[in-house]
DNA sequence: ACAAATATATAAGCATTTTATATATAATGC
DNA sequence: GCATTATATATAAAATGCTTATATATTTGT
């Protein structure tokens, strides 16, 4: 398991990039992907999740339809305009910011 | 500049990796130091590094001793062999933790 | 003299995450 | 038939960790 440390401030670009590849996801699904392509290595949780999925709702990211599969309800989040170019913005980020780190984290004393 | 989201959770890292390769640093030399190393892209802030490094020695990962350099008072900070062992395990988490995530956010649509 | 760099430190406030809790349906194993 | 697990969304209190603001004092360069 990846420490939980690590990953703050990681989750929104998680959550913007899968949704950029995948057109659309509801919540549970979105936690399911991360587990499987992590190799059970990251694993959501819903109270982390879903307020972040909300915000990004609020900031015009996201939006949301509902559907129902049989009885039970399931949102679906779809990028806008804006998540789709934000999304690019913070995937690049993250690389940058792990060559910046490496820079910091990799020599050894002399 | 290096979003600050996401360095969230690498700071205790960073310290401890910089303490495990140059010996003793104090507060000051630290920020210097990860500036350098980073080209610029990270800078500390005092109010992050200093209760982070007053944690540190609280739970017995480094520990300090007091230099004067004419009346100016200066703190250095050691690792303790805990400290030392917990640098390597976390800078190699840190890794790990970048492998993973790059299985997360390379994927692109088919 | 004055400004900038050196040096440590605390505290209020903010954002984010964890943990706990609530609710309900569908599928699977025994 | 019944229980457990998986599916599914959501909120709220508490903890964590960082930013911003503030305080204080010395040394160096001009």
Same mark, same amino acid.
Request: charged share 30%; proline share 3%.
């Given at each position: 398991?990846?420490?939980?440390? /690590?990953?703050? +401030?990681? *989750?929104?670009?998680?959550?913007? &990039? @899968?949704? #950029? $590849?995948?057109?659309?996801?509801?919540?549970? %699904?979105?936690?399911?992907?991360?587990?499987?392509?992590?190799?059970?290595?990251?694993? /959501?949780?819903? +109270?982390? *999740?879903?307020?972040?999925?909300? &915000? @990004?709702? #609020? $900031?015009?990211?996201?939006?949301?339809?509902? %559907?129902?599969?049989?009885?039970?309800?399931?949102?679906?989040?779809?990028?806008?305009?804006?998540?789709?170019?934000?999304?690019?913005?913070?995937?690049?980020?993250?690389?940058?910011?792990?060559?910046?780190?490496?820079?910091?984290?990799?020599?050894?004393?002399?």
């Amino acid at each position: 398991m990846i420490s939980n440390d /690590l990953l703050k +401030g990681t *989750l929104r670009t998680i959550v913007l &990039k @899968l949704l #950029a $590849d995948n057109g659309r996801m509801y919540g549970y %699904e979105i936690t399911k992907r991360v587990e499987e392509l992590s190799a059970g290595k990251i694993k /959501l949780t819903f +109270g982390a *999740l879903y307020p972040v999925l909300h &915000k @990004l709702e #609020a $900031d015009g990211h996201i939006q949301t339809e509902v %559907e129902y599969i049989g009885k039970r309800v399931r949102k679906y989040y779809t990028l806008t305009e804006t998540g789709r170019s934000w999304s690019e913005r913070k995937v690049d980020e993250f690389f940058d910011f792990v060559n910046t780190l490496t820079y910091v984290l990799k020599p050894t004393p002399a």
